[in-house]
């Protein structure tokens, strides 16, 4: 396998390969198989997607799920379907959802994130976490034995390219979409992307105040211009790049209606109470709208022209 970072250094592994060889089973509920070897687990329309993909060299997961039970659904799809290594585990993004179960699946994966993620991550870890969880049940108190926080052992830098096997995965960092590192992963001659929680199914993201509305919009013309035919969202079921058709809309439409307000001199107050958006009366997380206003209103604000 070689990895390469797009400022030129290469960091090479070599394992022994073995025979690509992968049957169709059944993984259970919430288990798609995409393409030839690409899994996905998304149980609804708003659990946090993980998934595995099978090279000839081993095993490459994309987050390691929302749940300690989820997680071991998936170890043990993993196991159904190869019995092939994890080599690697991409995160997407660095909350917990996504990054909170590495210690399922590292060792021996070793976990690849962009930079800053780690600590991101440390702030955000609570150390409580498998006490409260191990509370809720006998489930997932088993769940949850081992249960410790792991950083990202390589931390990438804008792009970042790994040839394992016969699959090639392209990392490229997403700035200001989500959190504070995000990651889409590109797999070209498979045309499958994973795009992180940048988009996800028919749901109101939760944006937080470093998320900048243009680089959002600025990831999806990225990732639309790689002409993916599948696209893996952060959260939701397998779709296509109709999912940033659809948020370049509602992100497009969201900009006027809080620009025109904005320019009538309504306070952001004025505007969250008052702006609707009827047209995303179906879509989930509804109490989310309130922090795309904020977002919307600080991206109109910051263009304003100067008196």
């Known amino acids: 396998m070689k990895i390469g970072l797009s400022g030129g250094l290469f960091v090479w592994l ?88 590495h210690f399922i699946f590292s060792p021996p994966a070793t976990i690849i994130n962009h930079e800053g993620a780690g600590e991101a991550m440390k702030k955000e870890y609570n150390p409580k976490r498998a006490e409260t969880l191990a509370m809720k049940s006998a489930e997932l108190r088993e769940a949850v034995k081992g249960e410790k ?91 296509t790049t109709k999912v940033f058709d659809e948020y370049e809309a509602f992100y497009t439409l969201l900009l006027k209606r809080v620009g025109d307000m904005a320019a009538q001199g309504k306070s952001l107050e004025e505007i969250k109470k008052e702006l609707k958006m009827p047209e995303y009366a179906d879509w989930h997380d509804q109490e989310r709208l309130g922090a795309n206003i904020d977002a919307a209103y600080k991206s109109v604000r910051s263009n304003k022209p100067s008196s």
């Open 14 to 101: 070599w394992m022994a390969a073995m025979p690509f060889s992968v049957q169709s089973q059944d993984l259970g509920p919430g288990f798609t198989k995409v393409k030839e070897g690409i899994y996905v687990f998304a149980p609804d329309a708003t659990t946090t997607t993980c998934s595995f993909v099978v090279t000839q060299e081993g095993v490459v997961m994309i987050d390691s799920c929302n749940s300690p039970l989820a997680s071991r659904n998936m170890l043990a799809a993993i196991k159904k379907v190869t019995d092939k290594p994890i080599v690697f585990l991409i995160d997407t993004e660095t909350h917990t959802d996504h990054t909170g179960n």
């Open 149 to 239: 926080m792991i950083a990202p052992h390589i931390e990438y830098k804008d792009r970042m390219t790994i040839n394992l096997g016969e699959r090639t995965f392209e990392l490229i960092h997403l700035k200001n979409v989500h959190s504070e590192a995000d990651t889409a992963i590109w797999l070209p001659k498979e045309r499958v992307l994973f795009a992180s929680s940048a988009a996800n199914m028919r749901r109101f993201i939760n944006l937080r105040p470093t998320v900048v509305i243009p680089d959002v919009l600025a990831s999806f013309k990225v990732m639309k211009s790689l002409n993916p035919e599948i696209v893996i969202t952060g959260h939701g079921p397998v779709t």
